[in-house]
């Protein structure tokens, strides 16, 4: 990324796209990021709505196998940071080696525990409550060849409440990730390179009012 540009930013999305939405709303000027292209393997996807509305580039993923076909979209769109927003496919080994360490996905749960093959979606905040653990939040990791196991970046505790339903977890970690992917693009836009925050003060503790902007990216 040439100094002074913005960091331009394309997210992978096969859902929704509430944090694709959280992105578009937070990677405004005078920020240095920019969502310059949103792509997804469900032509249909609410993701590639929302960035229609936000006037943003989009693509549809044809053959989401097709590594070499996504890298050339990527690089064609001089994309510097890919996020996973929801993206439901496994991502080729070919993009993830040409983009290592500048590929970041989200998990609704505290990486290590509740992540890996088919832990995706719902299936995570069931496991939760099933393990009895008190406590869950968003991750946000680098990828890597193994599915949710890239180094972490950013993860936000927040309280399990008793007679939780999973789709009450859901919704209370999904409030918190819309504060901490975009705390992290951010942090990445400014460092020109994805780093790693750590909670300031003493203020880390579960809470369902997260206060994101206390976080700070470490010194390297
Ligand atoms: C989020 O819970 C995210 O952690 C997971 O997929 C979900 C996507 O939700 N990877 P949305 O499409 O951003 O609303």
């Not at 331009?8 to 405004?28: E, Y």
């Not at 990021?33 to 509305?53: F, K």
């Not at 080994?93 to 360490?101: I, K, L, M, P, R």
């Not at 999973?166 to 209370?172: G, K, S």
Request: with cysteine; net charge neutral.
């Amino acid at each position: 990324m040439p100094e002074g540009d913005d960091m331009k930013v394309a997210v992978l999305a096969s859902g929704s796209g509430s944090n694709l939405q959280a992105l578009l709303d937070a990677c405004r000027p005078p920020e240095p990021a920019q969502i310059a292209l949103v792509a997804s393997n469900v032509p249909g996807a609410g993701a590639l709505e929302r960035a229609r509305r936000a006037e943003v580039p989009t693509w549809v993923i044809a053959d989401p196998t097709d590594g070499a076909a996504i890298v050339a979209k990527l690089r064609e769109a001089r994309i510097d940071l890919i996020v996973l927003a929801g993206y439901l496919k496994l991502v080729p080994a070919e993009v993830v080696s040409a983009f290592d360490g500048r590929m970041v996905n989200i998990h609704p749960a505290l990486l290590p525990s509740f992540g890996g093959k088919g832990m995706y979606g719902m299936r995570v905040h069931q496991a939760v409550l099933a393990s009895g653990a008190t406590v869950s939040g968003p991750t946000v990791h680098l990828v890597n060849a193994e599915y949710d196991r890239g180094p972490i970046l950013a993860q936000w505790p927040v309280p399990v409440l008793p007679g939780d339903t999973p789709e009450q977890l859901r919704d209370r970690v999904l409030a918190v990730e819309h504060q901490l992917l975009p705390a992290v693009v951010l942090a990445a836009a400014h460092a020109g390179r994805p780093v790693r925050l750590t909670p300031g003060g003493v203020s880390f503790s579960p809470s369902p009012k997260p206060t994101i902007p206390s976080m700070t990216a470490e010194p390297s």
